[in-house]
């Protein structure tokens, strides 16, 4: 079966700028995509494609089947959510819900019935009366998906929808977005360039980055085996150093994820690093050690760890690196240097194994 | 000692904030008001019977049922062009569009004396144009026509500015979301992207009204002493008559009426929407 949602191909360019390449993307009903990148990545251009406000180049867009790139966005039956909430000022909080059914030609009743439900759902009954201008932020945004559930959307598109409000409120709202995709299984895909948000609303995710999909997967996938240096960059934290795998080969970047960098305390003169210092993060610790290469390094380790090795600023540590990637530049697959458990730590080039490491 | 010193320093400044408040009320005493309540006094100076007298008599309603008919064709064919205009220089690109901008405020920095002048060398018996109307027998000077074509020209940039300010605010995502929400072009426009210039509308007919209600020099120019206006009744009554209560009574009336059509306009707008 096809899915239900399905690009293929689909290509843009504004004023002979591309900004889509050739995207294909697919979408199981019931189920959510985040579309993660950074700003300028062509993501809401997709999404306003997808919606039908944007006719794209070339390519196809399916919708259940059926190709919808012809059909206007008024009869697409897509909900979309906006950035800005983009909720109709001179209407109250009951007449923008029932906006989409009014349109429609639905008897008033039925859409005063549909309202009162909606707004039960986002727990705002008490706003029915309102104009959107004396409602909070995250009021309004709520209010805007109400507006869009209300005509019982095949699709459901969200365009940073949390990106103008503060941190408390976002975490809650993508909660009870989640929540609320899950009950009513909702098909929706989400544009964020917040890797926190597009793990928690997301099924799974794509990632994008210069108008084209680097990778799609789980979070877990993306995290573990980046399928580009731009993924294992942007998804996650990591260092990236300029230096030879192998002893003797020239120098190719390599990305290194902080957990993965194996620190240990050696006396005043041995060892590859000095620790600069040191972020408590609760129950994790970011050390920031400074290479005798002249590279920085971030490092992290449990709060028990830290304390049992009795570690300060200025010491000497021998690093050692349990994985490393490298990516060459034409996006090949990449080479992952991963020794099985049982066998020590790689050596790092030029440098001696770290002793008694513990694994 | 310092609490002391800081408390000193809050007074002055209390201090000087009156001041500065109080100085703006007095100018704008001065400037603005005392001139207006001068002409109260002076029509009301014989009693409210004698101010009713001066407003009803026949010279003065026709003088004002010119000056609202004329003023209502002038809103109304500024309420089309203004909105016309304001969406193609927001909404479309095209090569001059800032020219053109900047053109359409000309009418403001334009005399009205030259305005009556322009009209005049256009559309008199001799000129070009008016040779073309009178031959079809539609004399435009002296006509009111040819008083509401000057008001036009007066007026112009009001409706647009006040159009085109809101317009340039409004958030296209709202017309965007209306089409996702399942309304046409059409709908859209009426639903979402009317409602939402009202408050420009509004303040575009409030302006041009009341600039078209209150035009003298280009009005008395092309009225070629055969018809008269609010303004033109009041210079009539002062200048020739000579009664200042009279002509003072007619003024209050012309001061009032933009207050009262504005108050009517708002009142009619906020119950179209309760609706």
Same mark, same amino acid.
């Given at each position: 079966?096809?899915?239900?949602?399905?690009?293929?191909?689909?290509?843009?360019?504004?004023?002979?700028?591309?900004?889509?390449?050739?995207?294909?993307?697919?979408?199981?009903?019931?189920?959510?995509?985040?579309?993660?990148?950074?700003?300028?990545?062509?993501?809401?251009?997709?999404?306003?494609?997808?919606?039908?406000?944007?006719?794209?180049?070339?390519?196809?867009?399916?919708?259940?089947?059926?190709?919808?790139?012809?059909?206007?966005?008024?009869?697409?039956?897509?909900?979309?959510?906006?950035?800005?909430?983009?909720?109709?000022?001179?209407?109250?909080?009951?007449?923008?819900?029932?906006?989409?059914?009014?349109?429609?030609?639905?008897?008033?009743? /039925? +859409?005063? %019935?549909? @309202? *009162?439900? &909606?707004?039960?759902?986002?727990? !705002?009954?008490? =706003?029915?009366?309102?104009?959107?201008?004396?409602?909070?932020?995250?009021?309004? /945004? +709520?209010? %805007?998906? @109400? *507006?869009? &559930?209300?005509?019982?959307?095949? !699709?459901?598109? =969200?365009?940073?929808?949390?990106?103008?409000?503060?941190?408390?409120?976002?975490?809650?709202?993508?909660?009870?977005?989640?929540? &609320?995709?899950?009950?009513?299984?909702?098909?929706?895909?989400?544009?964020?360039?917040?890797?926190?948000?597009?793990?928690?609303?997301?099924?799974?995710?794509?990632?994008?980055?210069?108008?084209?999909?680097?990778?799609?997967?789980?979070?877990?996938?993306?995290?573990?085996?980046?399928?580009?240096?731009?993924?294992?960059?942007?998804?996650?934290?990591?260092?990236?150093?300029?230096?030879?795998?192998?002893?003797?080969?020239?120098?190719?970047?390599?990305?290194?994820?902080?957990?993965?960098?194996?620190?240990?305390?050696?006396?005043?003169?041995?060892?590859?690093?000095?620790?600069?210092?040191?972020?408590?993060?609760?129950?994790?610790?970011?050390?920031?050690?400074?290479?005798?290469?002249?590279?920085?390094?971030?490092?992290?380790?449990?709060?028990?760890?830290?304390?049992?090795?009795?570690?300060?600023?200025?010491?000497?540590?021998?690093?050692?690196?349990?994985?490393?990637?490298?990516?060459?530049?034409?996006?090949?697959?990449?080479?992952?240097?991963?020794?099985?458990?049982?066998?020590?730590?790689?050596?790092?080039?030029?440098?001696?194994?770290?002793?008694?490491?513990?694994? | 000692?310092?609490?002391?010193?800081?408390?000193?320093?809050?007074?002055?400044?209390?201090?000087?904030?009156?001041?500065?408040?109080?100085?703006?009320?007095?100018?704008?005493?001065?400037?603005?008001?005392?001139?207006?309540?001068?002409?109260?006094?002076?029509?009301?100076?014989?009693?409210?019977?004698?101010?009713?007298?001066?407003?009803?008599?026949?010279?003065?309603?026709?003088?004002?049922?010119?000056?609202?008919?004329?003023?209502?064709?002038?809103?109304?064919?500024?309420?089309?062009?203004?909105?016309?205009?304001?969406?193609?220089?927001?909404?479309?690109?095209?090569?001059?569009?800032?020219?053109?901008?900047?053109?359409?405020?000309?009418?403001?920095?334009?005399?009205?004396?030259?305005?009556?002048?322009?009209?005049?060398?256009?559309?008199?018996?001799?000129?070009?144009?008016?040779?073309?109307?009178?031959?079809?027998?539609?004399?435009?000077?002296?006509?009111?026509?040819?008083?509401?074509?000057?008001?036009?020209?007066?007026?112009?940039?009001?409706?647009?500015?006040?159009?085109?300010?809101?317009?340039?605010?409004?958030?296209?995502?709202?017309?965007?979301?209306?089409?996702?929400?399942?309304?046409?072009?059409?709908?859209?426009?009426?639903?979402?992207?009317?409602?939402?210039?009202?408050?420009?509308?509004?303040?575009?007919?409030?302006?041009?009204?009341?600039?078209?209600?209150?035009?003298?020099?280009?009005?008395?120019?092309?009225?070629?002493?055969?018809?008269?206006?609010?303004?033109?009744?009041?210079?009539?009554?002062?200048?020739?008559?000579?009664?200042?209560?009279?002509?003072?009574?007619?003024?209050?009336?012309?001061?009032?009426?933009?207050?009262?059509?504005?108050?009517?306009?708002?009142?009619?707008?906020?119950?179209?929407?309760?609706?």
């Amino acid at each position: 079966m096809p899915p239900y949602l399905e690009v293929r191909g689909v290509r843009m360019a504004f004023g002979g700028k591309r900004v889509l390449e050739s995207v294909d993307l697919a979408v199981e009903r019931g189920r959510s995509l985040a579309i993660l990148g950074p700003s300028g990545c062509g993501k809401s251009t997709l999404l306003r494609i997808i919606s039908g406000l944007v006719r794209q180049d070339a390519g196809e867009v399916r919708l259940d089947g059926e190709r919808i790139d012809a059909v206007p966005a008024e009869r697409r039956g897509i909900g979309f959510l906006f950035q800005h909430y983009s909720l109709f000022p001179h209407m109250t909080v009951r007449q923008n819900i029932e906006f989409g059914l009014r349109m429609r030609g639905v008897p008033p009743e /039925q +859409r005063a %019935a549909r @309202a *009162r439900e &909606l707004l039960r759902l986002i727990g !705002l009954e008490g =706003l029915a009366d309102r104009r959107p201008g004396r409602l909070s932020g995250g009021e309004q /945004q +709520r209010v %805007a998906l @109400a *507006r869009a &559930l209300a005509i019982e959307p095949r !699709l459901l598109l =969200l365009d940073e929808p949390f990106g103008a409000l503060d941190a408390k409120i976002r975490r809650r709202l993508r909660r009870d977005l989640k929540a &609320l995709q899950r009950r009513l299984g909702i098909t929706m895909v989400f544009v964020t360039h917040d890797q926190d948000e597009a793990f928690e609303v997301g099924d799974s995710i794509a990632v994008m980055h210069g108008g084209r999909i680097e990778q799609v997967g789980l979070p877990r996938d993306l995290y573990d085996h980046p399928a580009t240096g731009f993924v294992a960059r942007f998804v996650g934290n990591v260092n990236v150093l300029e230096m030879p795998v192998d002893p003797g080969e020239p120098a190719e970047e390599v990305i290194i994820r902080p957990e993965d960098v194996l620190v240990e305390r050696v006396g005043d003169g041995e060892g590859h690093a000095t620790l600069a210092n040191y972020v408590f993060l609760g129950p994790l610790i970011e050390l920031s050690l400074a290479m005798d290469t002249g590279d920085e390094l971030a490092a992290i380790m449990t709060k028990v760890e830290f304390v049992e090795r009795g570690l300060r600023r200025g010491q000497r540590m021998r690093v050692a690196f349990r994985a490393l990637r490298t990516f060459p530049k034409e996006q090949e697959p990449e080479r992952v240097i991963v020794p099985p458990r049982s066998m020590g730590p790689p050596e790092m080039p030029g440098m001696e194994p770290p002793l008694g490491m513990r694994w | 000692m310092a609490g002391e010193e800081g408390g000193g320093r809050t007074e002055l400044r209390a201090m000087t904030k009156w001041l500065m408040v109080s100085l703006a009320f007095a100018l704008f005493f001065v400037f603005v008001l005392m001139p207006l309540t001068s002409t109260v006094r002076f029509a009301f100076e014989d009693g409210p019977g004698k101010f009713w007298g001066a407003i009803t008599t026949e010279d003065a309603l026709n003088a004002l049922g010119n000056s609202m008919l004329i003023a209502t064709v002038v809103t109304l064919v500024n309420l089309g062009t203004g909105i016309l205009i304001a969406w193609v220089i927001v909404r479309h690109d095209f090569p001059g569009r800032s020219i053109f901008r900047t053109l359409i405020e000309l009418p403001i920095a334009v005399p009205t004396a030259v305005v009556g002048i322009s009209f005049i060398m256009l559309y008199s018996p001799e000129a070009f144009l008016g040779k073309m109307t009178d031959s079809w027998g539609l004399a435009i000077i002296p006509s009111v026509t040819g008083i509401i074509l000057a008001h036009i020209f007066v007026t112009f940039p009001f409706m647009v500015r006040s159009v085109s300010v809101v317009l340039e605010k409004l958030d296209v995502a709202q017309e965007e979301a209306a089409h996702t929400l399942g309304a046409s072009r059409r709908q859209t426009l009426w639903h979402v992207t009317l409602p939402a210039l009202r408050g420009g509308v509004v303040a575009g007919i409030a302006l041009t009204f009341t600039r078209s209600l209150g035009e003298f020099g280009s009005t008395f120019m092309l009225a070629g002493g055969v018809l008269r206006t609010g303004p033109l009744e009041i210079y009539h009554l002062s200048e020739v008559n000579l009664d200042y209560q009279a002509a003072s009574s007619v003024a209050i009336l012309l001061m009032v009426l933009p207050f009262v059509i504005l108050f009517g306009l708002n009142w009619a707008v906020d119950r179209m929407e309760a609706n």
